[in-house]
């Protein structure tokens, strides 16, 4: 599903820098979305016990409806101002969604003698 909602929002991401001017923004505003973008997981993932207790319902209703309201904000902009708040529905959704997959996946389909080596390979996979 995150694979699916990364195509969705790919061609978003790869024109942002026409969409930020567009409205007003200039290249160097990139770097502030960028800023909020990275910022706004920081919350989700010193909460990620709680995130993880949200049904599986609850969280794919996070993980689609926020990136389609960043689409909207994206559409309807009419400063950079409503393209960093859709920066940060996007990422919200995707660390909402990224806890239940993660321990999902690596709990109930790696040996419990990989169980470290998998974390660690899933944190790498997504730094990159």
Not at 37 to 48: E, L, R, T
Request: aromatic fraction near 10%.
């Amino acid at each position: 599903m995150l694979f699916l909602i990364g195509l969705a929002i790919a061609p978003m991401n790869h024109l942002k820098t026409a969409i930020l001017e567009n409205v007003g923004g200039s290249v160097s505003d990139l770097g502030i979305d960028g800023f909020i973008s990275a910022i706004i997981q920081v919350p989700f993932i010193a909460c990620a016990d709680k995130v993880e207790k949200l049904s599986l319902r609850v969280r794919y209703l996070f993980v689609t409806g926020l990136p389609c309201i960043a689409c909207l904000l994206a559409y309807c902009a009419v400063s950079p101002v409503m393209i960093f708040a859709g920066s940060g529905l996007i990422n919200s959704g995707i660390v909402i969604g990224m806890f239940g997959v993660k321990n999902y996946v690596i709990f109930y389909t790696v040996s419990c003698q990989l169980l470290h080596c998998s974390f660690f390979a899933w944190d790498a996979i997504l730094s990159l």
